[in-house]
């Protein structure tokens, strides 16, 4: 495998392992996940109809970013992490809002998200062009990691039925040795498993499972989805022998309900042409390290539900 494979296999792997965010447009609203190093950056864009994808290397960067900016000059490096700067907030679900706005617009079957923001005082664009997703990428990304939650979350209430019939054997011989319940309403039945299960059909599941615009499955279900695929990678890469599960250039499952971005081992450093005013270091992490900023320290995977 050359270089330029080893690059491209990096974004792919990097953009599965991030969580999605969801993006309100003035248009519509859309589910985002994003993947960006000094190399290049993988994005996929879904309106829950249709899923759009766009990865670009450093050269494309490059002549998009002339084409786009031509008062600005800057190595490809620095306007990617330009890009990271504007993506980690927008996509994530904050009050305060960003330093850039989205819009897109859609040309047959493709779609371009267009950026507007300032660099050094000046105005800054990109446009993502994304073309439609293809079968194999939508099932990656979308349909095994949704089977794998929905036969984690089957799993976990397995577990929590079996809990609840344990303590109801608990309870009973407290009862029969005499104790009594001090406080009436705490007091509760039996659980029967059928009739929860036939209860929860009839007075849940239509709110349950109301996808909306997608952003219930953002807000709640993300550390969900990121465990899943980093354990679908994690028996993929054993199986393909390569050893270690994990890429060094990911972040840990544990925090990314509200990050969508990870670090990179190397940073990704502005050009002199383009002094951009450094942010804040006790900010949130992203993708692209600041070089006087210390490496976070990764957090240990603690459970699929933490």
């Given at each position: 495998m050359n270089l330029v494979d080893m690059k491209m296999e990096e974004l792919e792997q990097g953009l599965l392992m991030q969580p999605w965010a969801w993006l309100p447009l003035a248009e519509n609203s859309?589910?985002?996940?994003?993947?960006i190093t000094k190399q290049g950056y993988a994005l996929l864009v879904s309106d829950l109809q249709q899923v759009w994808h766009?990865?670009?290397?450093?050269?494309?960067?490059?002549?998009?970013?002339?084409?786009?900016n031509k008062r600005l000059t800057a190595p490809p490096a620095a306007f990617l992490c330009h890009l990271d700067d504007l993506l980690r907030p927008l996509l994530k679900d904050t009050a305060c809002p960003g330093k850039a706005t989205f819009s897109c617009d859609r040309v047959d079957e493709a779609m371009i998200l267009r950026v507007q923001s300032e660099l050094s005082g000046l105005p800054f664009y990109w446009n993502f062009h994304c073309i439609l997703a293809n079968p194999s990428l939508v099932s990656q990304h979308l349909i095994r990691p949704l089977m794998g939650m929905?036969?984690?979350?089957?799993?976990?209430?397995?577990?929590?039925?079996?809990?609840?019939?344990?303590?109801?054997?608990?309870?009973?011989?407290?009862?029969?040795?005499?104790?009594?319940?001090?406080?009436?309403?705490?007091?509760?039945e039996p659980f029967e498993e059928n009739s929860f299960l036939e209860q929860f059909m009839v007075e849940k599941l239509p709110e349950a499972c109301h996808v909306g615009d997608g952003r219930p499955f953002v807000m709640h279900l993300?550390?969900?989805?990121?465990?899943?695929?980093?354990?679908?990678?994690?028996?993929?890469?054993?199986?393909?022998?390569?050893?270690?599960?994990?890429?060094?250039?990911?972040?840990?499952?544990?925090?990314?309900?509200?990050?969508?971005?990870?670090?990179?081992?190397?940073?990704?450093?502005?050009a002199p042409s383009l002094p951009v005013t450094e942010k804040d270091p006790t900010g949130p992490s992203g993708p692209v390290k600041r070089p006087q900023l210390s490496k976070v320290k990764r957090k240990k995977l603690r459970g699929l539900f933490s």
């Open positions: 859309l589910l985002v996940k994003a993947y766009e990865q670009v290397d450093a050269s494309v960067v490059s002549q998009r970013a002339k084409e786009l929905s036969l984690a979350l089957q799993c976990q209430g397995r577990e929590l039925a079996t809990l609840l019939r344990m303590k109801d054997l608990e309870i009973q011989d407290y009862q029969e040795s005499g104790a009594v319940l001090s406080r009436d309403r705490l007091k509760t993300q550390n969900l989805y990121v465990a899943v695929t980093r354990q679908e990678i994690q028996v993929r890469q054993e199986h393909q022998g390569t050893g270690d599960p994990q890429p060094s250039s990911t972040t840990s499952p544990q925090g990314t309900e509200n990050q969508l971005l990870s670090q990179p081992e190397e940073p990704v450093s502005s």
